[in-house]
């Protein structure tokens, strides 16, 4: 690093121990920005469309017995649990080898969006629908749709930051539904908390921590732990993922069916029963480092409307690429300027600004049984706003509940945004 960055990080890590929570508040010199806006991470869920659908395809024969179909849905299990693992990388990896480290993204704008698809020979197209749904605090909402296998996935999420010691330290709010219409199965995950290391050094990078659920409708349950370097594994990236029968059993470890361990950034294993599997004498699971991902198309800038985030960033991400400080501030203060006269005129007229395509559901309020409802009672855990995975009973079991779910119908009679 020269020595004009060394002093520039140096009085970023004195900024940030007078931080309030907002990480848009945070002033980063300009070799940390990323010209990335965080709207176009939700495609981290769908780099490997073939593991998105796998579970859909698999099913038991008609005539199966109850074994059969048993055995089945704990294939679908384990393939659900695959397909989370094999985002991890892309969603918290992908800075430090695309840049050289973990970067403060682009901060959207209310109603940024971004589009595209996945077209691959095997499993058909798989279309990607983000929107930032709220800017305070910063809210990001996706749908994930393969029409060919009946698949979707939809989701929303969030951040709240604290400061400790040497670290940044980062929960998550929000979930995703994965629905498998062909089999009238669903699928709840929740997103692990995580925190950013390397400060001091100036090479941040993210690692996960604490632990993140994935729910299924047909009562299994997978409790996923993370750690990093100096933990049990002493390994950085280190995950154990046990699948149970249901949420009562997961009270004790024993009860795993199948526990999966190891790097959700590069390798990890399989073995039946509660026991750790071993890299010498059990199955591997997923190699992350083996599987590239499919890169999602996204239409020329040309093509894009105003709202389409690559369209709209694209002179601050160009003063980014070239570290023109100046450039870079001037070019954000037209969005924000913009930003602040919507939000102005809004106000003088009455009118709120309008989501596109989801919705702000209250299930404190809502009758109707849906998903979300259904499987956070499996799996014991709160329908309130507290950080994600949160359970019943917890001190965050309160308060309002307030979710945002996909409205189909928006995107179908949508005009102006393009595939
Ligand atoms: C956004 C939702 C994705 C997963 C994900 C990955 C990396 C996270 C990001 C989320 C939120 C913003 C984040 C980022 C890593 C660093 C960045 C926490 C959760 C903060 C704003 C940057 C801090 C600045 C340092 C790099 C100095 O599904």
């Given at each position: 690093?020269?020595?004009?960055?060394s002093?520039?990080?140096?009085?970023?890590?004195?900024?940030?121990?007078?931080?309030?929570?907002?990480?848009?508040?945070?002033?980063?010199?300009?070799?940390?920005l990323?010209?990335?806006?965080?709207?176009?991470?939700?495609?981290?869920?769908?780099?490997?469309?073939?593991?998105?659908?796998e579970?859909?395809?698999?099913?038991?024969?008609?005539?199966?017995?109850?074994?059969?179909?048993?055995?089945?849905?704990?294939?679908?299990?384990?393939?659900?649990?695959?397909?989370?693992?094999?985002?991890?990388?892309?969603?918290?990896?992908?800075?430090?080898?695309?840049?050289?480290?973990?970067?403060?993204?682009?901060?959207?704008?209310?109603?940024?969006?971004?589009?595209?698809?996945?077209?691959?020979?095997?499993?058909?197209?798989?279309?990607?629908?983000?929107?930032?749904?709220?800017?305070?605090?910063?809210?990001?909402?996706?749908?994930?749709?393969?029409?060919?296998?009946?698949?979707?996935?939809?989701?929303?999420?969030?951040?709240?930051?604290?400061?400790?010691?040497?670290?940044?330290?980062?929960?998550?709010?929000?979930?995703?539904?994965?629905?498998?219409?062909?089999?009238?199965?669903?699928?709840?995950?929740?997103?692990?908390?995580?925190?950013?290391?390397?400060?001091?050094?100036?090479?941040?990078?993210?690692?996960?921590?604490?632990?993140?659920y994935?729910?299924?409708?047909?009562?299994?349950?997978?409790?996923?732990?993370?750690?990093?370097?100096?933990?049990?594994?002493?390994?950085k990236?280190?995950?154990?993922?046990?699948?149970?029968?249901?949420?009562?059993?997961?009270?004790?470890?024993?009860?795993?069916?199948?526990?999966?361990?190891?790097?959700?950034?590069d390798?990890?294993?399989?073995?039946?029963?509660?026991?750790?599997p071993?890299?010498?004498?059990?199955?591997?699971?997923?190699?992350?480092?083996?599987?590239?991902?499919?890169?999602?198309?996204?239409?020329?800038?040309?093509?894009?409307?105003?709202?389409?985030?690559?369209?709209?960033?694209?002179?601050?991400?160009?003063?980014?690429k070239?570290?023109?400080?100046?450039?870079?501030?001037?070019?954000?203060?037209?969005?924000?300027?913009?930003?602040?006269?919507?939000?102005?005129?809004?106000?003088?007229?009455?009118?709120?600004?309008?989501?596109?395509?989801?919705?702000?559901?209250?299930?404190?309020?809502?009758?109707?049984?849906?998903p979300?409802?259904?499987?956070?009672?499996?799996?014991?855990?709160?329908?309130?706003?507290?950080?994600?995975?949160?359970?019943?009973?917890?001190?965050?079991?309160?308060?309002?509940?307030?979710?945002?779910?996909?409205?189909?119908?928006?995107?179908?009679?949508?005009?102006?945004?393009?595939?």
């Amino acid at each position: 690093m020269s020595q004009a960055s060394s002093s520039s990080w140096t009085s970023f890590l004195s900024s940030i121990t007078s931080f309030n929570g907002d990480l848009a508040s945070l002033t980063a010199p300009p070799f940390i920005l990323s010209p990335t806006s965080l709207v176009e991470f939700s495609q981290y869920w769908a780099e490997h469309p073939d593991l998105f659908v796998e579970a859909s395809l698999l099913r038991a024969d008609d005539n199966a017995g109850a074994p059969e179909i048993e055995a089945m849905a704990l294939k679908r299990a384990i393939s659900v649990t695959k397909w989370f693992i094999s985002t991890l990388r892309s969603q918290y990896c992908l800075r430090n080898e695309s840049m050289g480290s973990e970067k403060k993204p682009l901060n959207p704008f209310l109603g940024e969006v971004f589009v595209g698809k996945w077209d691959s020979p095997l499993v058909g197209e798989t279309v990607l629908l983000s929107e930032q749904v709220s800017h305070h605090p910063a809210v990001t909402a996706y749908g994930i749709i393969n029409a060919s296998h009946n698949v979707s996935l939809q989701g929303y999420n969030g951040v709240k930051a604290t400061i400790s010691k040497a670290s940044i330290n980062v929960k998550q709010y929000g979930h995703g539904i994965l629905q498998l219409d062909d089999l009238n199965e669903s699928y709840l995950y929740t997103l692990p908390p995580l925190h950013i290391e390397g400060l001091i050094s100036a090479s941040p990078f993210v690692e996960l921590e604490g632990t993140s659920y994935i729910q299924s409708s047909n009562g299994f349950i997978v409790q996923i732990d993370y750690s990093g370097r100096g933990y049990f594994s002493g390994k950085k990236h280190t995950f154990k993922a046990r699948i149970y029968r249901d949420q009562l059993s997961s009270a004790n470890k024993d009860n795993a069916l199948v526990t999966i361990s190891g790097q959700w950034s590069d390798k990890s294993y399989i073995a039946k029963g509660s026991a750790t599997p071993s890299s010498k004498t059990d199955e591997l699971f997923y190699d992350a480092m083996a599987v590239k991902p499919e890169q999602l198309q996204v239409k020329p800038l040309e093509s894009q409307h105003p709202l389409e985030s690559r369209r709209a960033w694209k002179k601050v991400a160009d003063a980014i690429k070239k570290s023109d400080y100046d450039q870079i501030h001037q070019e954000k203060s037209i969005i924000e300027n913009e930003q602040r006269d919507l939000r102005k005129k809004e106000q003088e007229s009455g009118a709120k600004w309008q989501t596109r395509w989801f919705d702000n559901v209250d299930y404190a309020a809502e009758q109707k049984h849906d998903p979300f409802t259904n499987l956070t009672n499996l799996a014991n855990l709160s329908i309130h706003n507290g950080p994600s995975g949160s359970a019943k009973s917890s001190k965050y079991d309160t308060g309002e509940a307030k979710h945002w779910r996909l409205n189909l119908d928006n995107w179908k009679q949508e005009t102006e945004i393009k595939l």
